[in-house]
């Protein structure tokens, strides 16, 4: 599943692949009720025909087109969405945006988890308390306070740091990897954190977040970038996926928990 930095980087590429052109036509393919639930995609047709992309932009895990129109896009890629800027229909294509002067964008998705729905400008301010998107752990403002505030629950840490609701950009990747980087134990509640161990996972999480986009994001399977590249964090990850092998700082077996319904991975000696 893209996280943050996996949605930011196909953002990044977007913007400057398809800013400035223009939608010539929608087509679908199968599972059009999925990808847009009740929403009348030849309406949809006729509201967006000739304008322009005038802009791409991130709300929490949501990729937003804006058109000229003032109609918003919000794409969801849930599981197994990929956003391709490509002549030919990628394999599993869901939706195919038709762009004037080359390559279309196409909506590929294996599982047809993805989502987009339409919004009008004048209702897209409320687009976050909507969703409930939580506080940006990408963006430069998210501070030492906000991540605070985050944790003043008693639920374990990384089901708070995973609620999309509190605090948004982080998946179940970059949890396991800020936990291990911060020597804090993955299965300690979120309210048991002294204060000197909140603000060092607070630089952590800055800091593995803002290496993981430089890097264009973390690709295990599905996660592609527009241009069909991979991203390139994966041979940076300390932990996830790596139970077994032994710990870069110690040298013990990684070791992997399930923990409700997801897998933790940490090392019980360098994770207190
Ligand atoms: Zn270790």
Redesign the pocket.
Known sequence: MPEGPEVQSIVTDLHNLIVGRRILDLVTYDYTRRLFGEIDVDCLRDKTAGSKIVGVTRRGKNIILQLSSDVYLAIHLRMTGQMFLRSDVPKYCRLTIKLDGGEDLHLADVRTFATCEVWDAKDFETFEAQKKIGVDALSPSFSLRDLKTVLQSKRLLPAVLLDQTKISGLGNIYVNECLFESGIHPLRKANNLSCDEIKKLHQVIVKILKKAIENRGTTFSDYRLPGGEIGGFQKYLKVFRRDGEP??????SIKRKKSGGRSVFY?S???I
Do not use: H, R, T, Y
């Open positions: 710990c870069v700082k110690c040298k013990q090392c000696n360098c994770q």
